[in-house]
């Protein structure tokens, strides 16, 4: 066996697959650190502007002041406990209207999303019923509504309650939760009377919008301009539509389903923004470096099967082919990959992938003209070249049919060297053929010698 020249041969053209894998584990790195650079940019958008945003409230938020009585060394002794209760609606709805804004930082994007936000509240007085004992007093209420970064707050038009246009301050007015706006109340009387809040607010961020639906009732409506929108977070829309022009999409919940009555109560600090929400994130859809890392995936398919139809042609032609041949070829392919990336930031993923498969077939084309002898063989290899970066295109476009065609054209492939190496006696391939040797000399016969009848 080790001295066939078909084990021989195969062993070659696997050492020269594996040593293939050096500039292709090269090139996927390189694909790593500008993928780090497009996030770097994006980091550098968001620091520049704002974050995701995670709207919580309208709610109202009411200080109260309670006394009771505890027995200390057997006599009674009166306490003050201060502390925020919080006042959620009855019912919530929430309109936006967002616009989603690239932002170029050399050849790198991002995007900025602003959104112009509706919210509209009723609170039912009954649900304070608890805190009128004789032992509570009411402080001066106010309406709180949190966001995740208040940078990307913009213009706040002036809140109506109750028909009453009131101020807008910054900051949610609480010493122990986060960024956002308060509206105060003129006195603690408002805490004793339904209230109905109208207001709207502009709110620009990056990545996620996410609405939390405090409402014993809750509904969203939301409209952008981006036709690629992740939906996320805890509750799926009960509706979506989504077209090249952007999407649009309605979410709904109550407290039958998120709880939020109990737990927001149980919120502590920083707690109110990991509360189930309306979620949409402005989603990026998968760029050149996810695609081109995807494609590299499939590269030793494409050198095997390259490598494979070569190994096809020598065993029917009878034409050798060196190992550095092979290699040769190999590295035309890895390069197709990096001459991928490189056009991919300039011009697009399909067109690169156009002009990079075009590309690398003439260069095969003219190399393997002069190896195999005849432009015959080089246009079928070249075409079979661009049938393969065909199918390749195929299978990262296909994400949900990948393995089944991938399955396919190894198949395909197989069937096709079945068939065309049928009739092969690969024994005589794997026998080394015998070094022929000179005839022996013989000497002259001396005519005297001959006998002769």
Sequence with gaps: MLKSPLFWKIVTLGGAIVLLLIPLMMVRQIIVERADYRDAVEDAIRQSTSGPQKVVGPLIAVPVTELYTVLENEKEVQHR??????WLPESLMVEGNQNVEPRKVGIYEGQVWHTDVTLKAQFDAVRLSELNRPNVTLGKPFIVVGVGDARGIG?????KVNGMALAVEPGTGLTDRGEGLHIPLPDAQWAMRDVNLAMSLNLSGTGS????????????????NW?????????LPDKREISVSGFQAQWQSSWFANN????????????????????????????????????TKYAIL?????????????????KKLHPMQYLLVGLSLVMFYLLLLALSEHIGFTLAWIVASLVGALMNGVYLQAVLQG????????????????????LLRSEDSALLLGTSVLLLAL?????????????????????????KPTAPVDDALRVWK
């Design 81 to 86: 406990r201060s502390f925020i209760h919080f």
């Design 155 to 159: 213009v706040v038009k002036a809140p």
């Design 260 to 295: 939020l009555g109990d737990r927001f109560v149980e919120a502590r600090k920083d707690g109110w923004y990991n509360l189930p929400s309306f979620s949409v994130a402005v989603a990026t859809p998968a760029d050149q470096y996810q695609l081109t890392d995807r494609a």
């Design 415 to 439: 069937g096709s060297v079945m068939f065309l190496t049928r009739h092969l006696d690969w024994y005589a391939f794997s026998r080394a053929k015998p070094t022929p040797t000179a005839p």
């Design 375 to 394: 432009w015959r063989s080089s246009v079928v290899f070249t075409l079979a070249l661009l049938a393969l970066d065909g199918v390749m295109w195929v």
């Design 227 to 235: 036709p690629h929108p992740n939906f996320l977070g805890d509750f």
């Design 302 to 318: 494409l050198i095997t099967l390259t490598f494979m139809a070569f190994f096809v042609f020598e065993t029917l032609t009878g």
């Design 209 to 224: 919008f996410s609405v939390v639906p405090v409402g014993r009732s809750s509904q969203m409506t939301l409209t952008s």
